[in-house]
């Protein structure tokens, strides 16, 4: 069937200290939890493969500043501090300076 997320999830449970004191029903839910992440990670890693994308891994702290690239200091400080994201707006709002 395939379940092999719900397959490894007794064998972690038998080394989680505090499974004891916890019902079947949350047990289980455990277990259905652990198989659909495991699910999303395989589809992940599919798209992933498909996609080709290049190993390199990148991030904001990485970027050189010192290379004028016509990117508003400001502006690239709002994306590092995410504060956008609790006011759920996209960086293509008006309400930033361009």
């Known amino acids: 069937m395939r379940l092999h997320g719900l397959a490894a ?3 972690q449970q038998l080394t989680d200290r505090g499974i004891e004191a916890m019902r079947f029903e949350e047990r289980l839910a455990l277990m259905i939890q652990r198989e659909r992440a495991e699910r999303a990670n ?7 493969r498909w ?9 904001v702290e990485d970027l ?6 016509g990117i508003d200091p ?11 994201i609790p006011k759920r707006r996209a960086m293509t709002d008006r309400s930033f300076p361009a």
């Open 9 to 11: 999830a007794p064998e």
């Open 42 to 48: 395989c589809r992940l890693a599919q798209r992933l």
């Open 51 to 59: 996609a080709r994308l290049p190993k390199t891994a990148a991030c």
């Open 64 to 69: 050189d500043t010192r290379t004028p690239r």
């Open 74 to 84: 400001f502006t690239m400080a709002t994306v590092r501090d995410l504060s956008w």
